[in-house]
């Protein structure tokens, strides 16, 4: 397997612009997570879904960010509209009940 | 709310030296601990995991040890190589499987081997 997929690998985007992450988990796998990761707050969990039902979503830090995921090998997580303080690197994983296997993240740049 | 911290924030060693990582949680309800290596620029590439029930994992060089009931894991380092440099982070995930791996991380340990 190709582990998990993520694109893009890198985005920036002007403030107010939409931006959508995309993510493929690792075939087989029933859960899916998104992460953000800044040097500040270190790695925070959003959102994770059990067989692509949304479980927890109270990571989302307000109601510009959603995400859902359609069917079992794939998900997004979108933004809109976007602001400055959106700059950090997302990352998906993907998990089948134990260890988490991560995906090479999304670095989006909100100028 | 579950809590992880991690000592040192960072450490530098000379190679062939032999560290230690230190992991601690607040909760000890855990389903499982997991170690990841993360290098600059890169996602997290996952190195050991230890559930619940056992008390330590090894992997070549590395061993990871869980106690539980002090809320703490080490990891183990034997023979430190440059290539080892990277950023360890230590995860844990909350206290029953129908929360799957829903993972809370520390901030991690910068580690910097010397040649």
């Known amino acids: 397997d190709a582990g998990v997929i993520q694109s893009p690998r890198h985005e920036v985007t002007e403030m107010g612009q939409e931006v959508t992450l995309r993510c493929k988990p690792i075939?087989?796998?029933?859960?899916l997570f998104w992460y953000r990761q800044t040097m500040m707050r270190g790695l925070e969990l959003l959102i994770y879904f059990n067989n692509n039902v949304p479980i927890d979503d109270s990571g989302m830090p307000e109601d510009r960010f959603s995400a859902k995921m359609p069917n079992a090998s794939f998900s997004t997580l979108k933004i809109q509209p976007s602001e400055p303080r959106d700059s950090a690197v997302y990352f998906c994983?993907?998990?089948?009940?134990?260890?988490?296997?991560f995906g090479q993240g999304t670095r989006l740049t909100v100028v | 709310k579950q809590e992880v911290t991690q000592i040192p924030a960072a450490l530098s060693v000379p190679e062939g030296e032999n560290l230690v990582l230190n992991c601690s949680f607040t909760?000890?309800?855990?389903?499982?601990l997991q170690w990841f290596r993360q290098d600059p620029g890169k996602g997290l590439t996952s190195l050991l995991l230890?559930?619940?029930?056992?008390r330590e994992q090894t992997s070549g060089r590395l061993n990871a040890s869980l106690d539980k009931s002090s809320g703490r894991s080490t990891l183990y380092i034997a023979a430190s190589q440059p290539g080892d440099s990277a950023t360890y982070l230590c995860?844990?995930?909350?206290?029953?499987?129908?929360?799957?791996?829903?993972?809370?991380f520390g901030a991690g340990t910068i580690l910097r081997v010397k040649s």
């Open positions: 230890i559930q619940s029930s056992q």
């Open positions: 909760d000890s309800a855990i389903y499982n």
């Open positions: 075939s087989g796998h029933d859960y």
């Open positions: 994983a993907s998990s089948l009940s134990t260890e988490a296997f």
């Open positions: 995860a844990t995930s909350a206290g029953s499987m129908e929360y799957g791996n829903k993972l809370v």
